[in-house]
């Protein structure tokens, strides 16, 4: 186990709350921040443009980040596509695969907003969308087999949902689809960086920055096995090679995709956070959240009148007080002792409605999450509950 007193140093607002939300946005680290600084007290310049020694020390900068990312997942560099976040990597896949009338998509009712309503757009455009069921927050590959056609173009899959915590059998489901002829895109926010993660299976990956890499805001990339799958959609500066007034010629891929300025201060910094998830370890991270996990789903299920909804062992512990809003509980908690969790429907409302109308509290653990500060949220959860 890595050195928890040591790592907190890295984070200095946990000194002032017991922060319990790191599914919304981990914390970022002072490392990740430093980083970002100097590049604008030192060498600010823009990325690609220019032959200065500020512009070539900024671009060396920002590759390296897109260096060590692929290292971090095991893949070529060359195969990542720096984006906003999860949310704008699934979408440059929505966009841009050409799509015909009559193909289809299939995702499922434990995925995020961000990758359901990319697909549900698309029946504007003729596309068939297919919804795969749950049970428990799990979905089950037999569904998957059978809803699979010849019109299947794409199966778009969450590997950790972000309201239970549940894992999908996504190595199954791969299969399955491939074996069908249809490609799969994995939605990795609530995983990358949180447990093992081998991406090479897939053919689209879609990783947030600022959740289980660290990195700040803004952040993240999209892995993509075969170009030739996916279309320019953004057009603008830093993608062509030549332009005339007659046309104009794109630079190979990963360039082609990023177009105009960068959040260059960003992509530094996640460069920086990935080097501290990689120096902690996916695997001991994976081994102490899911024990913070195990710790929290003990202590609320003792409580009368808690109802937990994640199973035993998830890092992300969806609960409810029996006749308690969700907000009033959370506002409690933070109120009590500055205790930081969400509540609602957590931009998942298929999921999170069918649990609760109002859906639920939740509290999700990061690799700095303390067990003492685990204790404390169970203590004043039994408190809430008990002045009902």
Excluded at 152 to 177: C, D, S
Excluded at 265 to 273: E, N, T
Excluded at 328 to 356: E, Y
Excluded at 361 to 369: D, E, I, P, Q, W
Aim: proline fraction near 5%; include cysteine; charged fraction near 20%.
């Amino acid at each position: 186990m890595y050195d928890l007193s040591c790592l907190r140093d890295e984070f200095p607002v946990l000194s002032g709350c017991i922060y319990l939300d790191s599914a919304s946005t981990s914390q970022t680290p002072k490392r990740a921040v430093e980083a970002m600084c100097a590049y604008f007290y030192e060498y600010a310049a823009n990325h690609g443009r220019g032959s200065h020694h500020l512009a070539r020390r900024t671009t060396e900068e920002y590759e390296r980040t897109r260096e060590a990312l692929g290292r971090f997942l095991g893949v070529d560099p060359g195969h990542l596509v720096f984006a906003k976040n999860a949310t704008d990597a699934i979408n440059m896949v929505a966009c841009g695969t050409c799509w015909e009338q009559g193909d289809e998509v299939i995702t499922t009712a434990v995925e995020h907003h961000a990758n359901l309503l990319p697909w549900m757009a698309l029946r504007g455009k003729g596309v068939r969308v297919k919804i795969l069921p749950q049970q428990n927050g799990i979905v089950d590959p037999a569904d998957l087999q059978d809803a699979l056609s010849q019109r299947t173009r794409l199966v778009a899959v969450t590997h950790v949902t972000n309201v239970l915590g549940t894992v999908q059998p996504v190595e199954e489901m791969t299969k399955i689809a491939h074996d069908a002829g249809a490609h799969i895109l994995l939605d990795a926010a609530q995983s990358a960086g949180h447990m093992p993660l081998d991406v090479r299976g897939f053919d689209f990956v879609a990783l947030p920055g600022h959740k289980g890499l660290l990195g700040p805001q803004g952040t993240g990339a999209l892995y993509v096995a075969d170009y030739s799958d996916l279309s320019v959609t953004c057009h603008g500066g830093g993608i062509v090679g030549e332009v005339t007034l007659e046309g104009f010629s794109l630079l190979p891929p990963p360039a082609r995709f990023e177009a105009g300025t960068p959040n260059i201060p960003g992509v530094i910094g996640l460069g920086a956070a990935i080097g501290l998830v990689g120096e902690l370890g996916v695997g001991e991270i994976h081994r102490h959240e899911t024990r913070l996990g195990e710790q929290a789903w003990d202590g609320l299920s003792s409580i009368e009148g808690v109802v937990v909804y994640s199973p035993k062992g998830s890092p992300v512990v969806s609960f409810n007080i029996t006749g308690m809003n969700p907000d009033d509980c959370a506002s409690a908690l933070d109120l009590r002792k500055g205790i930081c969790v969400r509540s609602g429907l957590h931009c998942a409302h298929p999921l999170a409605s069918s649990l609760n109308p109002l859906g639920t509290v939740r509290a999700s653990m990061g690799c700095y999450t303390t067990p003492e500060e685990v204790a404390v949220f169970v203590e004043t959860v039994e408190e809430i509950a008990g002045s009902r």
